[in-house]
């Protein structure tokens, strides 16, 4: 009983931060516009615009992003056995952004350097860097044996995607870094009208493979030789189980941005709030609280009431303090948060 009024708190919590992006910026929109925008009534055109072409998949989108990058840190969390595990781990997040670096500053090679085409561009790249990583792993995981290995050769990949990207920015000219530094601030309002069905439909395709897998990642919480012991197929299981964090943090990398922190402390909010490691009540909470952090994140660094602090800067300020308390709470043998 306890959890589920839980559950429909964080779920009222949610809906009215929604309401609230919807409502809250320069330009006023009332619930009662809001109501008559969803029933086809009579909206000023303006209002309409705004609604649709941007608070709409804005909130969409900082939503969906939340419960993605929530969801791939626990399936890394659970299947590594590592409580700092997360979608930047394994060096993707950093493939999608070296993707992009390409793309932006070598963007002379392609004749284009601005607008639609741009950013169309980036989002093939990135998801095209995040597919030669795991690739890339994928095809190490079955040559090296070893969880710990492969985390070690993710670090790697990041590091080396990082270090290129390095060489780009001191090569490339003003206004293409400026794009790219623009760009790694992170961004939920990058997505638009066209792009949101397709940003929409992977990660939703991402989530519900995610839910189909409850049942294994349980089962890997009693370690590796229980799970095989109980028929549990583990060099599939590996695969799938990257493979969606690829595509979820893939995607949200490729569409707003490298958004760091979520991954790692949305997991263990979660099992703290529920006082349980079962799935079937983490995983859910995960993409709730996910949502609620993206979500508050996106309103303090768009509104006006406060400084505008990019979406990165601001999953710092909330992340760091976070991973500080856990590792404290462990030095104390205290374990989770």
């Not at 072409?53 to 993605?68: D, E, N, Q, V, Y």
């Not at 229980?226 to 549990?232: E, I, M, N, V």
């Not at 979520?262 to 995983?283: E, M, Q, T, W, Y």
Request: proline share 4%; hydrophobic share 55%.
């Amino acid at each position: 009983m306890k959890n589920k009024t839980i559950f429909i708190l964080l779920t009222a919590i949610l809906l009215s931060l929604c309401s609230l992006i919807l409502v809250s910026g320069p330009v006023s929109i009332s619930f009662v516009d809001i109501s008559s925008l969803l029933s086809g009534g009579e909206v000023p055109e303006m209002v309409q615009n705004i609604f649709w072409k941007i608070r709409f998949p804005k909130m969409i989108t900082a939503l969906l992003a939340g419960a993605s990058l929530a969801t791939a840190g626990l399936l890394m969390q659970t299947y590594f056995q590592n409580p700092l595990a997360g979608p930047f781990v394994l060096g993707i997040n950093s493939g999608a952004s070296l993707g992009v670096a390409f793309w932006i500053l070598g963007s002379g090679l392609f004749g284009v350097l601005s607008g639609n085409l741009l950013s169309f561009g980036s989002i093939l790249f990135a998801i095209g860097g995040s597919l030669v990583i795991l690739l890339a792993l994928l095809f190490l995981s079955f040559r090296i044996p070893g969880k710990v290995v492969l985390l070690v050769i993710g670090l790697m990949f990041g590091h080396m995607a990082n270090g290129i990207i390095n060489i780009l920015i001191n090569t490339g000219d003003a206004q293409k870094v400026k794009s790219f530094m623009v760009w790694g601030l992170g961004s939920f309002s990058k997505v638009d009208q066209m792009q949101l069905p397709w940003f929409a439909f992977t990660i939703l395709l991402g989530l519900v493979i995610a839910v189909m897998q409850i049942k294994k990642l349980n089962i890997l919480l009693l370690g590796e030789n229980y799970a095989f012991s109980l028929g549990l197929n583990l060099i599939k299981t590996k695969i799938i189980l990257i493979s969606i964090t690829a595509v979820l943090s893939g995607a949200v990398t490729a569409f707003c941005g490298p958004i760091a922190f979520v991954g790692i402390i949305v997991p263990h909010i979660a099992r703290n709030v529920f006082k349980s490691n079962d799935h079937r009540i983490v995983l859910p909470s995960s993409m709730l609280i996910g949502g609620i952090i993206t979500l508050v994140a996106d309103y303090v660094s768009t509104s006006e009431t406060f400084i505008a602090i990019p979406i990165n800067a601001m999953m710092g300020l909330i992340g760091a303090p976070v991973i500080f308390v856990f590792l404290w709470n462990r030095r104390k043998g205290e374990g989770a948060l």
